[in-house]
């Protein structure tokens, strides 16, 4: 299989997006780490998956993305156990415009330090494989999203560390690639928790179910089958895979040279 001998690891694994990666990264061939701060949901996706895929193929690892030391430990697990890390999904995220400042620790924070402790393990000029980080960002991380500022900033931090890590590899020879996928709107928790993530922009909840309501809901399976796509394609670094009802599609970045 495609993905036969690799070893990944995923934030955010235990539930929605980051689950239906883990999934289609093990039916694919990969061995998986999951991390997330659902000890319960991750306990019980361990679980379930053993009995699919078998227990030497997946860890479930409690894990905060804004903890240094708890990432750190974590990802020196899944080295430890596969022996090495080929693929990096830093996909954990929420949206809470009134804790905001725990939103910017952990949509973008919790990124730059997935990717760089991502970097320390599959730099091949510190004896590293090589390997593929992809960032999972938004449309919001392309385009404001009203109802939502703080998590369009963390969302377009994203997409602008995650190009730069691109070009920085490209230049360096770390061997490692950096993408991006920025989905539209995706039937998880996220949404369902949308009328009390919005914080003092709540009076703009309505605007923001008429956007869904014209872009439509997309499935977790359309995003974990893009996502594949994205991780499959060795010519893409530095790139952004949109999401959309009618398709994926990449996004055309200015060049600013
Ligand atoms: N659902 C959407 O409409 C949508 C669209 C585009 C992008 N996204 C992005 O996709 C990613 C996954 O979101 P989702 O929709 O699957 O939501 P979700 O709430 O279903 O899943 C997010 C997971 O991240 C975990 N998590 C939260 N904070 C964490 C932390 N500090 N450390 C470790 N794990 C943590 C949660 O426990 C949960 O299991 C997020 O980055 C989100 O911004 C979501
Ligand atoms: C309230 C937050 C709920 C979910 C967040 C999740 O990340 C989903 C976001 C989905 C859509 C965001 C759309 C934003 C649209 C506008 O900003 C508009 O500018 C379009 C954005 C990019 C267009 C890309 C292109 O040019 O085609």
Redesign the pocket.
């Known amino acids: 299989m495609a993905l036969d001998g690799k070893a990944a690891l995923v934030?955010?694994a235990?539930?929605?997006?980051?689950k239906s990666f883990s999934e289609v990264l093990l039916q694919h061939g990969a061995k998986v780490a999951m991390?997330?701060?659902?000890e319960e949901?991750g306990k019980s996706l361990k679980e379930s998956l053993d009995q699919r895929y078998g227990a030497d193929r997946s860890l479930f690892i409690p894990?905060?993305?804004?903890s240094q030391q708890q990432f750190k430990d974590a990802m020196q697990k899944a080295v430890d156990t596969f022996g090495q890390l080929d693929i990096v999904c830093n996909?954990?995220?929420?949206?809470d415009e009134r804790a905001w400042e725990e939103a910017v620790s952990?949509?973008l924070m919790?990124v730059i330090r997935g990717t760089y402790l991502a970097l320390e393990h599959m730099n091949k000029l510190t004896g590293g494989p090589g390997g593929v980080v992809i960032n999972?960002?938004?449309?919001?991380g392309l385009g404001p999203l009203l109802s939502a500022p703080v998590y369009t900033a963390t969302?377009h931090g994203v997409v602008g560390f995650t190009r730069a890590m691109a070009d920085a590899s490209k230049v360096s020879g770390y061997g490692v690639r950096f993408n991006l996928l920025c989905?539209?709107?995706?039937q998880?928790?996220?949404?369902s928790a949308l009328t009390s993530s919005l914080g003092p922009f709540a009076h703009l909840r309505d605007s923001t179910k008429h956007l869904m309501e014209k872009h439509g809901i997309l499935d977790v399976s359309q995003v974990s089958q893009a996502f594949l796509q994205l991780l499959l394609d060795q010519t893409k670094d530095g790139e952004a895979l949109m999401v959309l009802g009618n398709g994926s599609q990449y996004y055309p970045f200015p060049s600013l040279e």
């Open positions: 934030t955010g235990a539930q929605g997006l980051g991390l997330d701060v659902a949901a894990c905060d993305v804004q996909n954990a995220g929420i949206v952990i949509n919790g999972v960002a938004s449309l919001a969302k989905p539209d709107f995706v998880t928790n996220i949404l």
